[in-house]
């Protein structure tokens, strides 16, 4: 009778059908690849070297920003440096005056451009009123400090839009110009009124006997005027003064208001020239 073959490795229920593999070597059907320090169930790779990723430049931040300068960019065009500063502005409106302001942060391009467009404003728009001649030159003044931050900043980098044009000084626009109105009306008030009283013949407030006046009003409200007694613009002669108790004018003369004696109270005689 013949003898059975031995039973394969691993017999029973859940014997594997193929024969198992010995170390360092492959006993099984098919061949395996990529035999050595590197093998596994894929070749590698033999084609020509992928490219290499660029480096990326390192990031580089804009100009140093210091705490004066605020953490933000130019409200206006993003730029840096910047100054936290407000420019104040000023116009007056006879009666009433309104106040402006333009608050930062602003590089220095934005910055000078608001500050020169809003002092040139002030200054021919801001005296027209009682109180804005003595606003004016605060606001004026109160600008010298941010104008001083922002000339120490550097040129703007980094802005989303261009910064703005600072434009010319303001000693070479007309508008800045129109601040010698008020200085040039204030240099000539005094020669005027000069001018005007010595036209008018001098000073009419006291009246003394022997003058002459002349009236350039009516006798509810005399205007009286001194002129020389040889002037054909003379009307009437200061007789007297009534000083003293008891003493009154000659018939046919005129009273004169008291608002013309040295004290205020005494009433001068006013005889007509014709």
Known sequence: MATPPPPQQGAGPHAHPYPQQSAGRHTGPYPQQ???????????YAGPPLPAHAPQAPFTSYAPVTPE??????????????ADTTVHGHQGMVVLMRFLSR?????????LAVLRDMTARTLWQGWWGPLSLFVTPVTLLTN????????????????????????????RRPAALAVLVPLLAVTLAVPVLILVAVLGGGDPSRLSVGQ??????????????????????????VTGLLGTPGAT??????????????????????????
């Open 69 to 82: 300068q605020g953490a933000y960019g130019c409200r206006l065009c993003g730029a840096l440096p910047v």
């Open 212 to 237: 002459c006046v002349r009236n350039a009003g009516d006798w509810s409200e005399q205007d009286l005027r001194v002129t020389g007694c040889g002037s054909v613009s003379a009307e009437y002669e």
């Open 103 to 111: 608050k930062g942060p602003f590089c220095r391009d934005c910055g």
């Open 144 to 171: 010298l400090g941010p104008w001083s931050r922002l000339r120490r900043l550097g040129p703007p980098v980094g802005g989303a839009v261009p910064a703005l044009d600072p434009g010319r000084p303001l000693w």
């Open 34 to 44: 990529g035999t050595g320090p590197q093998a596994g169930p894929y070749a590698p």
């Open 249 to 274: 004018c000659a018939p046919g003369e005129y009273i004169g208001d008291p608002k013309y004696s040295e004290d205020g109270w005494t009433a001068a005689c006013l005889r007509a020239l014709r």
